[in-house]
């Protein structure tokens, strides 16, 4: 299981961090991601990480937003930076271990 957390209400221009805690050790997983949607829109992967720590954004992301991981605390997070209105969205994790398993979502509003 993934449990998504750290959204809320920003102001254009601020930062937010988003986590993401897996059940499990995350070290043997494939791959995991952030994704969000806005509404009306379909869901769109944002930031991926690898098992090697490679990493790859959006276009629209890029430059502002950072995904990372810790290991030792199962935790997957999203830095974001320069937030703006169009940010807005229901933010999820993603985890492929063999298996895909999604994390409840996570509004995060940025006010202009």
């Known amino acids: 299981q993934l449990q998504a957390s750290g959204g809320g209400l920003v102001q254009a221009g601020g930062s937010l961090r988003l986590s993401c805690v897996a059940s499990r050790n995350i070290f043997g997983f494939r791959a995991m991601g952030w994704y969000r949607q806005a509404p009306g829109k379909e869901r769109e992967l944002i930031a991926g990480?690898?098992?090697?720590?490679?990493?790859n954004y959006a276009d629209s992301v890029k430059g502002r937003f950072t995904i990372s991981r810790d290991i030792a605390k199962n935790t997957l997070y999203l830095q974001m930076n320069s937030l703006k209105p169009e940010d807005t969205a229901v933010y999820y994790c993603r985890a492929d271990s063999g298996w895909i398993v999604w994390g409840r979502g996570t509004q995060v509003t940025v006010s202009s």
């Open positions: 990480i690898s098992a090697g720590r490679s990493t």
